[in-house]
């Protein structure tokens, strides 16, 4: 039994919703979808996300990989061969994680359909739902208390707050969501690496003085700037989280030399797969170092990836896997759905979904 083609599908779907961070403001996720097929037409299926400033992978350049080396590399193998196939697909290419991650992933949900098991169940676990928090983007302190009675209201429990785009309006913005929600929700916060260093020391230390308990902080500055990160961590009491930061097993090294954090961010898209994101969380455990498993701006395929590694490797906080939430309508049929701050997968083979013709 061997991978007989690779085949690639550009979506864009629309949000409900416009998502702004610090970073970016978008109305859509954009996304390369991949499927994988075997000699007995059984189809695996992963996602390349497009997302410019984060990971600056695109479209072009993820089909460009992926229908390029990486296709030639797969073609003829034994997809079984799962560790094997997401080290070769990794060692090919420089960068392109989102194009790895959406081979790796969609090798997994092929052995797992051949294997007749949902994905979770394949990398070792047997949840099939798992806790989520929902994203609130950037606004002012006017219209963000509103926004997060209404998330509230429809369940979920963690409201992950958007900030850094001002840092001088933060606190207010901040002070405002939790006398709204009260103080039985919890509220993390993430500058998408929108403060300078003094800039979070101050924001984090006022909400500290008016207690105003948040959870986390994650990603307060410049992805690059780990003496800064170092700086923060060491000056609040409020635990701080690495995103983008960490792509690698190597970035993860270095921060932890550092102590730069308290927890990481693991992503699909920014590692390269199940397989790397599967030994950031272990490194990050062996190291009492915080967990999380995040997604990108992701459809139903990614999202539905990523919950996987969380049910079946599990994270000490509660992960961030409200991307599809935002979606107007899914590209595929089945795949992930959402009951209040549960995400909930398939009981079915794989990812339980397929691409929507």
């Given at each position: 039994?061997?991978?007989?083609?690779?085949?690639?599908?550009?979506?864009?779907?629309?949000?409900?919703?416009?998502?702004?961070?610090?970073?970016?403001?978008?109305?859509?996720?954009?996304?390369?979808?991949?499927?994988?097929?075997?000699?007995?037409?059984?189809?695996?299926?992963?996602?390349?996300?497009?997302?410019?400033?984060?990971?600056?992978?695109?479209?072009?350049?993820?089909?460009?990989?992926?229908?390029?080396?990486?296709?030639?590399?797969?073609?003829?193998?034994?997809?079984y061969d799962l560790h094997a196939l997401s080290t070769d697909i990794r060692a090919a290419v420089v960068g392109?994680?989102?194009?790895?991650?959406?081979?790796?992933?969609?090798?997994?949900?092929?052995?797992?359909?051949?294997?007749?098991?949902?994905?979770?169940?394949?990398?070792?676990?047997?949840?099939?739902?798992?806790?989520?928090?929902?994203?609130?983007?950037?606004?002012?302190?006017?219209?963000?208390?509103?926004?997060?009675?209404?998330?509230?209201?429809?369940?979920?429990?963690?409201?992950?707050?958007?900030?850094?785009?001002?840092?001088?309006?933060?606190?207010?913005?901040?002070?405002?969501?939790?006398?709204?929600?009260?103080?039985?929700?919890?509220?993390?916060?993430?500058?998408?690496?929108?403060?300078?260093?003094?800039?979070?020391?101050?924001?984090?230390?006022?909400?500290?003085?008016?207690?105003?308990?948040?959870?986390?902080?994650?990603?307060?500055?410049?992805?690059?700037?780990?003496?800064?990160?170092?700086?923060?961590?060491?000056?609040?009491?409020?635990?701080?989280?690495?995103?983008?930061?960490?792509?690698?097993?190597?970035?993860?090294?270095?921060?932890?030399?550092?102590?730069?954090?308290?927890?990481?961010?693991?992503?699909?898209?920014?590692?390269?797969?199940?397989?790397?994101?599967?030994?950031?969380?272990?490194?990050?455990?062996?190291?009492?170092?915080?967990?999380?498993?995040?997604?990108?701006?992701?459809?139903?395929?990614?999202?539905?990836?990523?919950?996987?590694?969380?049910?079946?490797?599990?994270?000490?906080?509660?992960?961030?896997?409200?991307?599809?939430?935002?979606?107007?309508?899914?590209?595929?049929?089945?795949?992930?759905s959402y009951e209040g701050g549960l995400l909930v997968l398939?009981?079915?083979?794989?990812?339980?979904?397929?691409?929507?013709?």
């Open positions: 039994m061997t991978i007989r083609e690779v085949r690639c599908h550009d979506v864009s779907v629309p949000l409900h919703t416009p998502f702004v961070t610090a970073l970016r403001r978008t109305t859509t996720v954009d996304s390369l979808l991949v499927e994988v097929v075997d000699a007995d037409d059984v189809v695996g299926v992963g996602e390349a996300p497009q997302v410019w400033a984060v990971t600056g992978d695109s479209l072009a350049g993820a089909r460009a990989c992926i229908e390029g080396p990486l296709t030639g590399l797969l073609v003829g193998r034994d997809p392109n994680t989102g194009a790895t991650a959406a081979l790796d992933v969609a090798l997994h949900d092929l052995v797992a359909r051949r294997l007749g098991v949902p994905l979770p169940v394949l990398l070792g676990g047997s949840a099939l739902r798992v806790p989520t928090d929902v994203t609130l983007s950037a606004g002012d302190a006017d219209t963000l208390p509103e926004v997060a009675r209404a998330r509230i209201g429809e369940g979920f429990t963690t409201l992950k707050l958007k900030v850094g785009t001002d840092a001088a309006a933060d606190v207010t913005r901040v002070l405002a969501v939790r006398e709204a929600v009260g103080p039985d929700v919890v509220v993390r916060l993430d500058a998408n690496q929108g403060w300078s260093a003094r800039e979070a020391v101050r924001v984090i230390s006022e909400l500290e003085d008016a207690s105003a308990f948040i959870e986390l902080v994650e990603q307060p500055v410049r992805a690059a700037d780990l003496d800064g990160l170092a700086w923060v961590t060491d000056r609040v009491r409020t635990p701080v989280m690495a995103d983008e930061s960490v792509f690698s097993i190597r970035d993860l090294i270095t921060v932890i030399q550092r102590r730069a954090v308290d927890l990481v961010n693991v992503k699909l898209a920014k590692s390269g797969g199940i397989v790397p994101a599967r030994t950031l969380l272990e490194l990050a455990r062996a190291h009492e170092m915080g967990t999380m498993v995040g997604s990108m701006m992701e459809t139903h395929v990614g999202v539905g990836a990523a919950a996987s590694v969380a049910a079946a490797f599990g994270t000490t906080a509660v992960s961030d896997l409200d991307a599809a939430w935002w979606a107007v309508a899914a590209p595929v049929v089945g795949g992930p398939p009981d079915m083979p794989g990812l339980g979904l397929e691409i929507r013709r």
